[in-house]
């Protein structure tokens, strides 16, 4: 079959900045936000890659907080999106939103336009975890986004919650499973609490505000999440993502299976499918004045070489827990990966992280734990 691409649209706006968060990201401000909307169209339409880039059947609103645009902002973003590129009838179009932020008017206007998959950050049920973290929701307000979510019509929601917050235990951390799997959301995306240099949180917890995240704990969270939720039906197909059957993302997929996909907006980055990756400047205000003026956004280009490739398809390719099909990447790449790697996959294999089995190559729970030393022997 042939692979259709995906689009990423960037919205860097917030109401307020986590704490911990280190993505491309700032406060909402009315009238930069109408210029960046004028300015990602103009990126869309004027998009040129290759002569068969035009089928899609994901488009994917990140953020930041999308769901603060006007209704008529997204709907000339995604006239633009079907400007340029022919998307297809069962496309997955998801929004990220912020629970507090979206009425049950609004979230109908979202479902009219054709959005059609909702994601967003409950992180926790404890306000006072939400409130150490900066968040500008409480959990009654995750409850409510779930409610008018349903009663607008929207049939696939995902949610997010972090493990190993400063001060969290097992027992609270429990009871958000039994807070969130209540909910019965279609897809659950789960994190274990990364601290970013140079975020508030780091600063906290370098001047002793905050206590320190206890790995060892937040990886007996992450057991009993697998645990708790696996109970209930839901499927771990990713490193970080869980769904009920059917439900697994189709746009976020595409970056685990190396398959096309086109950023747009501040800080987007884009793969061509074979070998091109590129990304756009990372300020807002940067990004808008070079659209304005004529100048590409695109600030760094890399040209992935054959190592890179295998590479590549072999660390993004063991996120997804049914592994790297072995057959796969002989016809692919025209060499053995377990000759390719023997030395290091003998000595993963002997530590327990992963494992081999009907020309699979997959991550054991404890190689899951410890993904980032696994992958790093393939970078």
């Known amino acids: 079959m042939m692979k259709r691409a995906g689009i ?34 103009s990126e869309i339409v004027n998009f040129r890659v290759s002569e068969d880039d035009s089928d899609v059947d994901t488009v994917y609103f990140g953020g930041g907080t999308p769901s603060l645009l006007k209704q008529s902002q997204v709907a000339h973003i995604l006239e633009a999106v079907k400007m340029r590129f022919r998307v297809g009838a069962d496309a997955e179009i998801t929004m990220e939103m912020n629970p507090g932020t979206v009425s049950l008017d609004v979230l109908r206007e979202f479902r009219a336009l054709g959005v059609n998959r909702a994601s967003f950050g409950a992180q926790t049920f404890d306000d006072r975890e939400l409130k150490r973290l900066g968040r500008t929701h409480t959990a009654a307000d995750v409850r409510r986004t779930i409610k008018d979510l349903r009663a607008s019509g929207f049939t696939n929601v995902s949610f997010d919650l972090i ?28 994190y274990l609490l990364e601290v970013h240099e140079g975020t508030p949180l780091a600063g906290q917890i370098q001047k002793g505000v905050q206590p320190r995240p206890d790995d060892d704990l937040a990886a007996e969270m992450y057991r009993l999440m697998l645990e708790r939720a696996g109970a ?61 003026q004529k100048r590409t956004p695109i600030v760094e280009t890399v040209e992935l070489d054959e190592h ?27 060499r053995d990966l377990r000759d390719e790697y023997s030395s290091d996959l003998e000595r993963l294999t002997d530590a327990g992280l992963i494992v081999f089995g009907d020309e699979l190559m997959k991550l054991t729970t404890d190689g899951v734990l410890l993904s980032n030393e696994v992958f790093s022997l393939f970078v």
């Open 8 to 41: 990423y649209i960037h919205i860097p706006f917030c109401r307020a900045r986590c704490s911990y968060c280190d993505f491309a990201t700032g406060a909402y401000e009315g009238a930069l936000v109408e210029r960046y909307v004028r300015a990602l169209t």
């Open 163 to 190: 493990a190993g917050l400063p001060g969290q235990t097992l027992k609270a951390w429990s009871r958000n499973l039994d807070e969130a799997l209540a909910l019965r959301p279609e897809h659950l995306s789960f």
């Open 232 to 292: 209930e039906g839901y499927e771990h197909y990713e490193i970080s993502n869980l769904c009920l059957k059917g439900y697994a993302s189709r746009h976020n997929t595409k970056y685990w299976t190396g398959e096309a996909v086109y950023g747009f907006g501040c800080s987007a980055h884009s793969f061509d499918g074979a070998r091109t990756r590129w990304a756009n400047e990372r300020d807002a205000r940067s990004y808008t004045e070079a659209i304005e």
């Open 308 to 334: 890179a490739r295998r590479a590549e398809s072999v660390f993004l390719g063991l996120r997804l827990m049914r592994g790297v099909n072995l057959s796969e990447y002989r016809a692919r790449f025209g």
